[in-house]
């Protein structure tokens, strides 16, 4: 394999990513989970490295994650705030990615509502950088902990289905998803309606789509339920939340269509009774604040192999 291909220098999204290095790091994940485990939750792995939060969005999750898996391995955090920033003065994004490894970081972290965002800090900056959301185009940590919360349930994922019900038009989760799952062996379903659901993405290798949801889940191993980014609609889309809730929402009727025993996921933030019924987040299906606990696991593994890890 060429170096870039062994090992490749950024996590923008999944397109130099074998599925053999895939699976290390999923694999080294679980190193990273026990590590967790410990009444010491630290090791020195980055210890001396400095990364740097860079959140252009809101963000909960994704950030508390990725800043507790730096200082889990000992990283010093520079966390940016770009409403307090030079950015306000009207700097450009580059001239402050310029600055801030003027100031000697050694990766960013970059959550940003325009696509192609985090390949521009790559660009500029000359260091590791890591995607942690681009506009509509990809949020690849966050399928890597949903396909690393599956692997946990079933050992593998190879020969799973996977139903993705949703917002899948403005959701980047279900793009990484889609071009995620398939290179570790899954089938993936995207289903929502028409007006929300592009049909480009039938083009993935092992995606299917779907406007019917019973359809969509029928098989599915894992089902994951895709909040309606209505921030991002301009209208048109849906006739009434009602309507989408009556035809789309994970709920028990919808998941008796499933396999047996089907897993239930939802990146977050859940918007409940709309996309997916109380009953069933809360239920014994659900695995999704094991996503959330799963996320630091990951995270850590992905920063350990952009930075440290050798082959």
Not at 47 to 75: H, I, P
Not at 104 to 127: C, F, W
Not at 158 to 185: C, F, M, Y
Request: charged fraction near 20%; aromatic fraction near 4%.
């Amino acid at each position: 394999m060429t170096p870039s291909a062994s090992r490749p220098r950024h996590l923008l999204d999944f397109t130099e990513w074998t599925p053999e290095r895939l699976t290390a790091l999923l694999d080294n994940a679980e190193t990273m989970g026990q590590v967790l485990d410990r009444p010491v939750k630290k090791v020195p792995a980055l210890q001396g490295l400095t990364v740097c939060t860079a959140f252009f969005e809101n963000s909960t999750r994704t950030r508390v994650s990725f800043e507790l898996a730096a200082r889990r391995m000992s990283a010093d955090v520079v966390s940016f705030a770009a409403g307090a920033s030079s950015l306000s003065k009207g700097e450009s994004l580059r001239d402050t990615v310029e600055v801030l490894t003027a100031y000697k970081v050694d990766a960013y972290i970059v959550r940003h509502p325009a696509s192609g965002a985090a390949h521009l800090v790559a660009r500029y900056s000359g260091k590791p950088v890591i995607n942690a959301g681009d506009g509509r185009r990809a949020h690849p940590t966050q399928a890597l902990l949903d396909a690393y919360t599956i692997r946990q349930e079933y050992g593998s994922l190879e020969g799973k289905t996977v139903a993705i019900i949703g917002d899948i038009r403005h959701s980047r989760v279900a793009r990484s998803n889609a071009e995620l799952l398939p290179k570790l062996g899954a089938k993936v379903v995207l289903c929502g309606p028409a007006t929300l659901l592009p049909v480009d993405l039938a083009a993935l290798p092992g995606v299917t789509l779907s406007t019917d949801p019973k359809e969509a889940v029928r098989g599915a191993h894992a089902v994951m339920a895709l909040r309606l980014q209505q921030e991002r609609m301009s209208g048109g889309y849906l006739a009434s939340l009602q309507e989408y809730a009556a035809t789309y929402q994970v709920n028990d009727a919808l998941l008796a269509e499933a396999e047996s025993g089907a897993i239930v996921l939802h990146p977050g933030p859940m918007n409940r009774d709309l996309e997916i019924s109380s009953d069933v987040a809360d239920g014994g299906q659900s695995r999704i604040l094991r996503q959330v606990e799963n996320g630091q696991a990951v995270r850590m593994s992905v920063l350990y192999h952009l930075l440290v890890g050798r082959e």
